[in-house]
């Protein structure tokens, strides 16, 4: 069976419900992989393997193609041993971002930076304070006690053809997985072959040149290949947060 390109199926994600079979009808003979309209915002959490195999590689054996890979993966932090989040840029001053689903307002989670297989960065161990969540979008802003030594991870507005995630699955050791960008709609943003399992809620998805383009907060994948995991884009969450600033976000 024939595949749209990613064109087309961009194509197919503006169309949204109005337009239906019409609009994947463009893609000539080929059944969409995910519906064409743009799904109801997903909080109800699940976590999935994307095929038949378990894709991730230890963070300090990556050599793919993400740029800056190992300058963002300090950023990276485990949550309370069971989510992932990202230490980012802002105006205000940097904060863990992470899925508003994996903590409550006010709430004093433990992180744990460079928790890795051959760690090569400073093992922080701090406390954060939960100063902004929200469940639409799903996301979470948490202030540090004490800041690592590493470089916040900067806001994007833009996708890339190619997406990674940099994160804790099953509260391990921080690996990275890759895959394609499938769709954005309202806020939500889709991708495809591209693995997490339980606790790499709130990782930040990263598009090729190393900004943070969303959030990870959902999965949808099976292990024949099809379905997608989704996240909440950066755009959606800076337009939602009184933390967080326009200008902490640009088109990169």
Not at 160 to 169: F, K, N
Request: aromatic share 4%.
């Amino acid at each position: 069976m024939k595949r749209c390109s990613a064109a087309a199926w961009l194509v197919v994600a503006a169309c949204g419900a109005a337009c239906g079979v019409a609009c994947a009808a463009g893609c000539g003979d080929t059944e969409p992989r995910k519906p064409p309209a743009c799904p109801a915002a997903r909080t109800e959490v699940s976590h999935a393997q994307c095929g038949t195999t378990l894709d991730f590689t230890p963070i300090n054996q990556y050599r793919g193609s993400l740029a800056d890979a190992q300058l963002r993966e300090d950023a990276v932090v485990l949550i309370d041993g069971s989510c992932t989040g990202t230490l980012i840029a802002a105006a205000a001053g940097p904060v863990v971002l992470t899925a508003g689903h994996c903590v409550g307002l006010g709430d004093r989670p433990l992180l744990a930076f460079n928790v890795e297989t051959d760690p090569d960065g400073d093992q922080l161990v701090t406390n954060a304070t939960v100063i902004e969540r929200a469940d639409e979008p799903d996301y979470a802003l948490l202030r540090l006690d004490k800041l690592p030594n590493a470089a916040p991870t900067p806001l994007t507005t833009q996708s890339t053809e190619r997406l990674a995630i940099i994160q804790h699955p099953r509260g391990g050791p921080k690996v990275i997985a890759e895959g394609d960008f499938f769709a954005e709609c309202h806020g939500q943003i889709e991708y495809i072959d591209l693995d997490t399992l339980g606790g790499s809620s709130g990782a930040g998805v990263l598009n090729e040149h190393g900004f943070l383009y969303g959030v990870h907060n959902d999965g949808d994948c099976d292990t024949k290949g099809g379905g997608a995991n989704a996240g909440w884009s950066a755009a959606s969450i800076v337009a939602a947060s009184a933390y967080l600033q326009d200008s902490d976000i640009s088109d990169r």
